[in-house]
Structures are given as C-alpha cells and as structure tokens.
C-alpha cells in the first residue's frame, strides 16, 4: 500500500500504511499536554516582557528584544502576539528562517491575527 493524505476539514494530514492516523494524532497530542499549564501569572509575568521588547524594539536593540520575548514565550507559549514580535526582530535581523518559524506559529495559534501573515 501507499502512503497518502487524508484531507480532514481545511488541512491535510500525512499517514502511513497500515498505521491509524487518528490513533497517531492521539499519541502525537499528549507532547502538548505535558507542557506546563498557564498561569495568571505567568501571563502578568508575560505581558510585562513583552512590553520590555517593545521597548527593547524602538531603541533597535533587537538581540534584547529577542529575549525578552522569548522569555515571554516561555511563560505563556499560547500567546500569538509573542511569536510575531518575535518574528519582528528576527526579520530586523535579517534571521528569516526564524522569522517565518515565528510568523507560521502566530498564525496558527490565532489565524485573525493579521500582522503575522506580513510579518
């Protein structure tokens, strides 16, 4: 047998011969939830980071901005504003391979976020 796609809804899912991809997908998902729950404060924490990069941007110190929002990250990995000011100063850089990692995770945690389909 050959390997294939599976369209399920507006995506496309890879499987494998013989191998369930319902039962992938579930083996896959449990990464996710090994990931430490967000807390309020931890987004407080969060907020307060980025805010210190958007800073960290307007003064062009894009290395510092990098880590206050990655640090942000850290804290609240659920949070697509991070990822495209992140990418913001990955593309300062001229980092664009990052940048576009960035740009793709912001649009899939919030594809109405328009700033990360330019960024």
Request: charged share 30%.
């Amino acid at each position: 047998a050959e390997s294939g796609i599976l369209p399920r809804s507006d995506i496309f899912v890879s499987f494998k011969p013989g191998v369930s991809p319902l039962k992938e997908s579930i083996e896959t998902s449990s990464i996710i939830d090994e990931r430490p729950k967000i807390t309020d404060i931890d987004i407080e924490r969060a907020n307060k980071l980025k805010l210190q990069g958007n800073e960290k941007m307007k003064q062009k110190k894009y290395s510092q901005a990098i880590k206050c929002y990655t640090d942000a990250i850290d804290l609240d990995y659920s949070n697509s504003i991070l990822f495209a000011n992140r990418a913001q100063a990955y593309l300062n850089q001229k980092r664009y391979s990052d940048a576009l990692s960035d740009s793709e995770e912001a649009i899939r945690l919030d594809p109405t976020f328009a700033k990360s389909y330019v960024r």
